[in-house]
Structures are given as C-alpha cells and as structure tokens.
C-alpha cells in the first residue's frame, strides 16, 4: 500500500511540472524579454536527450539560488507530445522547482530556431545571458562555472 502511494504522489508531482510548462511558440523571447525588461536573466534551450544539459541546468540553478536577483528561464526543445518526460527531468535537475519552465509548441523546430536566433542551428545547450541593461550574451555548450561566476559578478545588485 505505501509503495503504491508513493507512485501516486509521484505521478501527480511530474504531472504537475508538465503542466506548469508554458508553450513556446516563436514569439515567446520577445515575450519572454519583455516580461524581464531590467532585469538579469539566464535564457536557457535544453533537450531531455541532450548529455551536457543537465550539468548545466544543474550550474544554472545553483547561481539562481545564490542570487535571488537573476531569473532563469528553461525552454525544453522537445516538443509537446515529449511534455511529461520534460517535466520529470526538470523536476531531477532543479528539485526546488526554480525556473520559469517553458516547451517547443510548434511542428517545426527549425523555424522556433530560426525566430529565436539567426546564427542558432540547434545545438544544445544554448544559454543567453541578459545583464538587465541591454546587453545580451549567447553562448554554446556548457558554461564553465567560473565563467558563470564572472558574469554574476559582472550584474549589479
């Protein structure tokens, strides 16, 4: 009986991080942006089949943690039908749940590319950093943490 109350509650959290994903569609940076006008934030694409991604989902959740002050936002390029998996990673690599948490929701990848960034062809991890004063930094591949570290400082509180 316990064990299966233990897969209830189980399945209800990871359905409850699924639906806490909002669907990104290709104006959502815009959108996105201007909901964190002013503000430092960590812009972040990621994939549940993606090796390096939770290592930096990981990086990113901890300078969130450290300072309050910078948002984060996780988009997950999987798409909807891939909707409960994205909420169970998401739930393992940040179990404190920090994060805006937002989902590919068009049938073409390539144009939520496209419309996200010219230069971006897809790969992962894809991070854009926001200094809160217009300047934006993308960057590929796993941020090294004293990288992350310098650009924190970099942010005034």
């Keep these: 009986m316990k064990r299966l109350s233990l897969l209830a509650l189980l399945l209800l959290a990871q359905s409850v991080m699924a639906a806490d994903l909002k669907p990104f569609h290709p104006a959502s940076r815009t959108a996105i942006e201007q909901a964190h006008a002013g503000q430092p934030f960590v812009l972040a694409f990621w994939s ?68 996200i960034d010219r230069k971006w062809h897809g790969e992962l991890p894809r991070t854009y950093f926001y200094d809160g004063k217009g300047d934006v930094q993308g960057r590929s591949g796993v941020v090294s943490s004293t990288w992350l570290v310098e650009w924190a400082r970099s942010i005034a509180r």
Aim: charged share 35%.
């Design 48 to 115: 549940v089949d993606c090796a390096y991604c939770p290592e930096e989902i990981r990086h990113l959740g901890a300078l969130v943690r450290k300072r309050p002050d910078i948002r984060l936002v996780l988009v997950s390029v999987d798409g909807m039908e891939m909707k409960s998996e994205v909420g169970t990673k998401l739930a393992e690599y940040l179990p404190d749940g920090k994060g805006e948490r937002w989902i590919f929701a068009a049938d073409d990848p390539d144009r939520l590319y496209f419309a």
